[in-house]
C-alpha cells in the first residue's frame, strides 16, 4: 500500500477462521517449572516506587471512569490520561526495558528478519505451507510476503493449521474479560502478554520474535501528533480508543497488585501477570491484535461464535486493495489464502484486508490507504429531545431502519452524500405538514433515500443548505486546527524524505489522512451546493 503502511501490518480481514495451540504445547508440569524461571528473570521493584506505582494506577482508575460530556472535556481527559501514563512509564522502564524489545526503530525490519529463518522453520515444522512465498523488507512497508515464483490468479498459496492459530483457545486460560463476543480480542491481547512475559518457555516464541517492536497505532502517538485529529472524524474515535486500553491496563494492574484479585482461575496467568505486566507491554500486545487480529470460528463449548485470533506468517501479507481471499476451513481446519490477482516472482504479495474506512484503518490499523475506494467520513446527526415533532420525526426513521442519534456517512465521488444521511435530513428539515403527508404512508418512506424522490422545491432547499452549512463547519474547523495551505505545504516536505524517522511516518500518516477527509467533505460541500440550486 505504498509508505502510508510502514509499519503496521495486518488488519481484520473480513474472513474466517481458528485458533488453537501451538505445535509443541507442553505439559502444566513443564509450564510450572519454567514460568518461575522465567519470572525470576524480571526484576522487582522496590516497595517506595511500587506505592507510587499504585497511587498513579488508581489515579489512572478513576480518571478512565469518567465519561466525557463533549469533545473539548475528551480532550482535556486525554490530556490528564498521557500525564499519567508517562509517568507510570516511568517507574516501570526497569521492567520493560527486560520485557519489551528495546531496539532501535530504523533497525527494527532488520532484527526481525534476522529471526525469520528460524520462524519460517517453525512454521514450517507446525504445518504451514507457503510454496512461492518468502518473508523479505520492502520498502515503506516493513516486512512483507515475496513471491519466489510466478503466482497465478486464485492459486492457493498458503495455508496455515489451527494448530499454530493463536487465539485464546490455544494455551493460556486467562478470561479476564469473559466469555462475550466484543472481548475476545481483549483476552488475546492478555494471552500474548502471558506469552511474551513467558519469554523463551512460550511455545509461541518464534512467532513473537518476528512481530514489530512497536507500532503506529494512536496508543503510540504523542499529544501533538494527537492535535492533527482534532477536528476529524479519527478524533474521538482514536481518544475513546486509548482510554479504552488505558481502562484496561488499569483494571489488570489493579487486580494484580492492589486488590490482589485472580483474573480467572489460573494461578499462572495471575502469576505472570502480577510479575511482568507494565503498560508499554500491554500497548504492544493490544497494538498487536489490533493490527493483525481475524476472526476464526470457536470450537470451545460456550464461546462465542467467533473469537479473535493471530495467523502466523499469513500475518506477514501486506495490504492491496481487491477482494478478500483468505477463508478458514472447517473441514481442514486451516486458513486458506489465495492470489487476488497474478504475481510475477520478486513481487510483493498482497492480501485484501476488507473494506473499511480510512479513520478506522488509521485508529485500529495505524495507516491510511490513499486509493481507498471504500473510504467515507461519519457525521453525527441526531433528533432533538425538545422537538415536538421528535415522535413523528422517529416513525419515519424507524421505518427506513435509521437510527435518531446516528453517524452517518459522507462518500467519496461520485455518491457524495449516502442515502442514509439524505434521507435523515429530509425527515429532519420536514414540516408539520409533510410530516403528516409521510406519516399517513410509511410504505412509501422508502423513496426518501432516493436522491430523485419527489419533494416540494422549499423542502429539498432546506435539505440541502442544511448539508452545506454542516459541511462548511466541519471544513472550517479543519482550517481552525491546521490550514490547508499549511497542511499541503508540510505535507510536500515530508513526502520528499524516502525514508523518514517512525514520528515522520506517523506525521505523515496523520497529514495524508486530513487530505483525504477534507477532500470528501469538500466534494460533498460542492455537491450539496450545486443541489441546492436547481
Known amino acids: 500500500m505504498g509508505k502510508n503502511n510502514k509499519r503496521n501490518k495486518k488488519a481484520k480481514p473480513q474472513q474466517q477462521q481458528s485458533g488453537a495451540p501451538a505445535s509443541s504445547s507442553?505439559?502444566?508440569?513443564?509450564?510450572?517449572?519454567?514460568?518461575?524461571?522465567?519470572?525470576?528473570?524480571?526484576?522487582?521493584?522496590?516497595?517506595?516506587?511500587?506505592?507510587?506505582?499504585?497511587?498513579?494506577?488508581?489515579?489512572?482508575?478513576?480518571?478512565?471512569?469518567?465519561?466525557?460530556?463533549?469533545?473539548?472535556?475528551?480532550?482535556?481527559?486525554?490530556?490528564?490520561?498521557?500525564?499519567?501514563?508517562?509517568?507510570?512509564?516511568?517507574?516501570?522502564?526497569?521492567?520493560?526495558?527486560?520485557?519489551?524489545?528495546?531496539?532501535?526503530?530504523?533497525?527494527?525490519?532488520?532484527?526481525?528478519?534476522?529471526?525469520?529463518?528460524?520462524?519460517?522453520?517453525?512454521?514450517?515444522?507446525?504445518?504451514?505451507?507457503?510454496?512461492?512465498?518468502?518473508?523479505?523488507?520492502?520498502?515503506?512497508?516493513?516486512?512483507?510476503?515475496?513471491?519466489?515464483?510466478?503466482?497465478?490468479?486464485?492459486?492457493?498459496?498458503?495455508?496455515?493449521?489451527?494448530?499454530?492459530?493463536?487465539?485464546?483457545?490455544?494455551?493460556?486460560?486467562?478470561?479476564?474479560?469473559?466469555?462475550?463476543?466484543?472481548?475476545?480480542?481483549?483476552?488475546?491481547?492478555?494471552?500474548?502478554?502471558?506469552?511474551?512475559?513467558?519469554?523463551?518457555a512460550s511455545d509461541w516464541r518464534p512467532y513473537i520474535d518476528v512481530l514489530p517492536a512497536k507500532y503506529n497505532t494512536v496508543l503510540y502517538f504523542s499529544t501533538k501528533q494527537m492535535q492533527r485529529l482534532r477536528g476529524t472524524a479519527a478524533c474521538s474515535m482514536a481518544l475513546r480508543q486509548c482510554r479504552v486500553i488505558a481502562k484496561q491496563y488499569a483494571f489488570l494492574y489493579r487486580d494484580a497488585h492492589i486488590l490482589g484479585n485472580r483474573t480467572g482461575n489460573d494461578n499462572r496467568c495471575f502469576f505472570l501477570t502480577k510479575r511482568g505486566l507494565c503498560y508499554q507491554l500491554y500497548r504492544w500486545a493490544v497494538s498487536t491484535v489490533m493490527t493483525r487480529q481475524n476472526l476464526v470460528p470457536s470450537e470451545s463449548e460456550g464461546s462465542p461464535k467467533f473469537i479473535s485470533a493471530l495467523i502466523p506468517y499469513w500475518d506477514m501479507a501486506n495490504h492491496r486493495p481487491g477482494k478478500i481471499t483468505s477463508f478458514y476451513g472447517s473441514f481442514s481446519r486451516q486458513l486458506e489464502c489465495t492470489a487476488q490477482e497474478a504475481c510475477a516472482a520478486g513481487e510483493q504479495f498482497f492480501i485484501y484486508y476488507g473494506d473499511r474506512s480510512n479513520t478506522d484503518l488509521l485508529v485500529h490499523n495505524g495507516f491510511v490507504d490513499v486509493n481507498n475506494l471504500k473510504d467515507y467520513v461519519n457525521i453525527r446527526v441526531g433528533l432533538s429531545p425538545t422537538d415536538a415533532l421528535a415522535a413523528k420525526r422517529a416513525s419515519i426513521l424507524d421505518k427506513l431502519s435509521i437510527r435518531h442519534n446516528a453517524e452517518l456517512r459522507v462518500l467519496p465521488a461520485p455518491d457524495f452524500i449516502s442515502k442514509e444521511l439524505l434521507a435523515f435530513v429530509r425527515v429532519f428539515k420536514m414540516s408539520a405538514e409533510q410530516l403528516e403527508h409521510w406519516c399517513s404512508d410509511l410504505e412509501r418512506a422508502g423513496d426518501l433515500l432516493h436522491i430523485d424522490c419527489a419533494l416540494e422545491t422549499d423542502h429539498e432547499t432546506r435539505t440541502w443548505q442544511f448539508l452545506e452549512d454542516r459541511l462548511k463547519l466541519l471544513l472550517a474547523v479543519f482550517d481552525k486546527e491546521l490550514r490547508e495551505a499549511d497542511e499541503l505545504k508540510e505535507l510536500s516536505e515530508l513526502e520528499l524524505k524516502e525514508e523518514g524517522k517512525p514520528v515522520q511516518e506517523i506525521e505523515l500518516m496523520l497529514l495524508q489522512y486530513r487530505r483525504l477527509e477534507r477532500s470528501i467533505l469538500a466534494g460533498a460541500l460542492q455537491y450539496a451546493q450545486e443541489h441546492r440550486k436547481v
Open 26 to 200: 507442553g505439559s502444566q508440569d513443564k509450564d510450572s517449572t519454567e514460568d518461575p524461571a522465567a519470572a525470576s528473570l524480571l526484576p522487582t521493584l522496590i516497595p517506595k516506587k511500587r506505592n507510587q506505582l499504585n497511587k498513579l494506577v488508581s489515579e489512572l482508575v478513576d480518571l478512565v471512569e469518567q465519561q466525557p460530556a463533549n469533545p473539548n472535556e475528551e480532550w482535556r481527559q486525554y490530556e490528564q490520561l498521557q500525564q499519567l501514563l508517562t509517568q507510570i512509564m516511568t517507574l516501570e522502564e526497569p521492567l520493560s526495558k527486560v520485557v519489551c524489545q528495546q531496539v532501535n526503530d530504523s533497525a527494527d525490519d532488520q532484527s526481525r528478519l534476522a529471526k525469520v529463518e528460524a520462524f519460517s522453520s517453525w512454521a514450517k515444522n507446525g504445518g504451514v505451507h507457503s510454496e512461492g512465498l518468502e518473508i523479505a523488507i520492502f520498502p515503506g512497508y516493513q516486512l512483507g510476503l515475496r513471491a519466489t515464483r510466478q503466482l497465478e490468479k486464485e492459486e492457493l498459496v498458503l495455508s496455515v493449521p489451527r494448530a499454530l492459530i493463536f487465539s485464546e483457545e490455544s494455551k493460556s486460560n486467562c478470561r479476564l474479560f469473559g466469555n462475550m463476543q466484543q472481548a475476545t480480542h481483549l483476552n488475546l491481547a492478555h494471552d500474548l502478554v502471558i506469552e511474551k512475559i513467558r519469554g523463551e
